[in-house]
């Protein structure tokens, strides 16, 4: 539990940290909108290209283990999306962007962090294989999904020609495509604009984390709580048991077993805010859910871990 404690208490010190500034008014919402805007459009891209550029493709890249987590993520999108258009009868913009809350996963800063302390550093080659292609996978089904839920009734050629152009103007997306070539492609990368990067990618958590903060505080935690509630249990229970149950399946080994569980447990991570921010839509659901998630995983992942046989868990 007190390993737990110490990963998710800095993300909530550093969300803290930039709700008491808002509060405050020590920095005013254009301010927090321009952290927000260099977060997801610089310091996360270069994060990513850096991240999948210097991948191991090949360590671990079972269609068993990819299939295990894919599977629960894209079913928690599919229940994001349908629960809250028919339960709860948002427009489908909107159910969208929900269901790309429960589709997002915190792979990177609880993952690893969690999988590692839990299992050590050898049991980490799952986690970086569906690390390789968490964005890419979720932001294809969100993006598509947003334009087709936008399209109003257009032909399928302008809602497919919409897509890729929203998919080529997406700095994130952009990012990890560049990262696979190079990766792929083996490219070498100066020394200096490799350090100028991870310059910017070590400010992209603190930074979008400490943005969310501000959002929190014009998008306080009240009301939506029904649905927040729902999202809640759909990334913390059902994603992670639809991998549990496809992973015993598939037969993964230990550390596969364990880093596909792990993953999925894990609450929505910062971009399930981004991606509402993008496109405008469910901000304040989005951004609510990523916070009470993340405390709720404090409890959820400690169970989790518990039934993984994690020591100490």
């Not at 984390?209 to 229970?237: K, M, T, W």
């Amino acid at each position: 539990m007190s390993t737990l404690v110490n990963i998710v208490l800095p993300v909530f010190l550093v969300i803290g940290l930039g709700y008491l500034v808002r509060w405050r008014k020590l920095l005013s919402d254009e301010a927090f909108d321009g952290l927000m805007k260099f977060a997801q459009s610089i310091a996360i891209p270069c994060l990513l290209f850096l991240a999948i550029a210097r991948l191991d493709l090949s360590a671990e890249f079972d269609l068993s283990l990819l299939g295990s987590f894919y599977t629960g993520a894209l079913a928690g999108f599919i229940a994001g999306l349908l629960g809250a258009r028919l339960l709860f009868g948002r427009p489908w913009p909107d159910a969208v962007a929900f269901g790309f809350v429960s589709l997002f996963s915190n792979t990177l800063l609880l993952g690893l962090p969690i999988t590692e302390r839990a299992f050590g550093q050898n049991a980490l080659a799952g986690n970086y294989a569906i690390i390789s292609l968490h964005a890419p996978f979720c932001y294809a089904i969100g993006i598509t999904a947003m334009e087709i839920a936008r399209a109003s009734g257009a032909g399928w050629k302008d809602t497919l020609r919409q897509i890729i152009r929203s998919m080529t103007r997406n700095m994130l997306v952009l990012a990890i495509a560049a990262g696979f070539v190079v990766n792929l492609l083996h490219v070498a990368l100066p020394d200096v604009l490799v350090q100028a990067l991870n310059l910017l990618g070590r400010a992209a958590l603190p930074t979008a984390l400490f943005a969310l903060g501000g959002v929190l505080y014009l998008y306080r935690p009240e009301g939506d709580l029904r649905i927040v509630s729902y999202l809640c249990f759909v990334s913390l229970v059902m994603h992670p048991t639809i991998t549990w149950v496809l992973g015993r399946s598939f037969g993964l080994d230990v550390d596969q077993f364990r880093s596909a569980v792990v993953t999925a447990a894990c609450a929505p991570g910062i971009n399930a805010y981004i991606f509402s921010n993008i496109y405008g839509v469910g901000k304040r659901v989005a951004a609510t859910t990523v916070l009470v998630a993340t405390g709720l995983s404090i409890l959820t992942v400690w169970g989790w871990l518990a039934l993984l046989g994690a020591p100490g868990g």
